[in-house]
């Protein structure tokens, strides 16, 4: 490389770094004081592993190996999800200022509350599973459903990452449902409340705000959207219902929209594909998109 070539790259050197300095967001630095994305989808993965122990294992485990491989893993999850909980909950402002031995105590006991929670996340995946099988003519197996479905494995990931929403752990969650969203298509905030027997069938676009409630036996098709009728408030509407209440036993198709805090979808309406919904829905409806005239 010349000289005048290194001189330029000198200049652009000195450009960007003066460029850093000021408080910028995308000028953070302290990549160690930061939670790792590889780190926690390495967490998701052998959660996986807990979760389905025959599907996403690297070997079938023989009975009398089980609990080795098994302490194995759940080991290595405790270790590196409560190294990552307790970066992020520096990003509160409550824990901003608590000593390191503290907040290590509090990291430690939400990743053990969290651990405690699998069985009740796989009894409840286990439902899904069945609403998937009898949802879909086209399953061959469960095991087909567990091993190839986007929908089962994006909702696989919200069970997950509700539960450490409800543990209020920052961030984490949303990077969990992200990353799935960017494997599948399907974009389920951490922060939806979503009954049992959950069927996404082919799934890719649908989307799923964070303040949406969904009962049991609900289907939802490809392209869905459940979210917010404006977005113009901000930050002023953190926290606020923005989002759609699904009832139980509905089945809403392709295209459909179904927006707003106030919009209520009764138990056991069907909402054709294409629908746009801004009202809400009473109980055994059945709703269709509006043709326009010629």
């Known amino acids: 490389m010349t000289r005048a070539a290194d001189n330029r790259i000198d200049e652009i050197v000195d450009l960007i770094i003066n460029d850093y300095e000021d408080d910028r967001t995308v000028n953070r630095v302290d990549i160690f004081n930061q939670p790792d994305k590889k780190a926690i989808v390495y967490v998701l993965e052998k959660l996986l592993k807990i979760l389905y122990p025959g599907y996403y294992s690297d070997k079938i485990y023989k009975i009398y190996s089980l609990r080795n491989n098994m302490s194995a893993t759940i080991e290595d999850v405790i270790f590196h999800l409560k190294k990552q909980i307790m ?3 520096k990003y509160t402002h409550k824990d901003s200022d608590v000593a390191e ?3 290590e105590q509090r990291a430690e006991s939400i990743t053990y509350d969290f651990m405690r929670k699998i069985p009740q996340i796989r009894s409840i995946l286990d439902t899904d599973i069945d609403a998937a099988y009898e949802g879909d003519p086209a399953a061959d197996s469960k095991d087909e ?6 929908g089962i494995y994006a909702i696989s990931v919200y069970r997950v990452a509700h539960e450490l929403q409800k543990l209020n752990v920052p961030m984490i969650p ?4 992200e990353h799935a969203h960017s494997v599948t298509g399907i974009d389920i905030h951490p922060g939806a409340e979503i009954g049992k027997y959950f069927f996404i069938d082919h799934g890719t676009g649908v989307v799923i705000g964070e303040t949406t409630i969904i009962g ?5 098709y490809q392209g869905v959207t459940l979210g917010g009728l404006s977005t113009k408030g901000g930050q002023s509407l953190r926290g606020m219902k923005r989002h759609p209440t699904i009832g139980n036993n509905v089945t809403i198709y392709s295209g459909a929209s179904i927006l707003g805090c106030d919009t209520v979808i009764g138990d056991d309406v069907v909402i054709g594909g294409n629908a746009f919904i801004v009202d809400s829905v009473e109980k055994g409806a059945r709703v269709v998109a509006r043709k326009k005239a010629d």
């Open 101 to 103: 031995d503290k907040l």
């Open 174 to 177: 949303r990077i969990m449902t």
């Open 145 to 150: 459903i567990i091993l190839s479905y986007p």
């Open 87 to 89: 970066i992020v909950l």
């Open 216 to 220: 049991e036996h609900v289907k939802i």
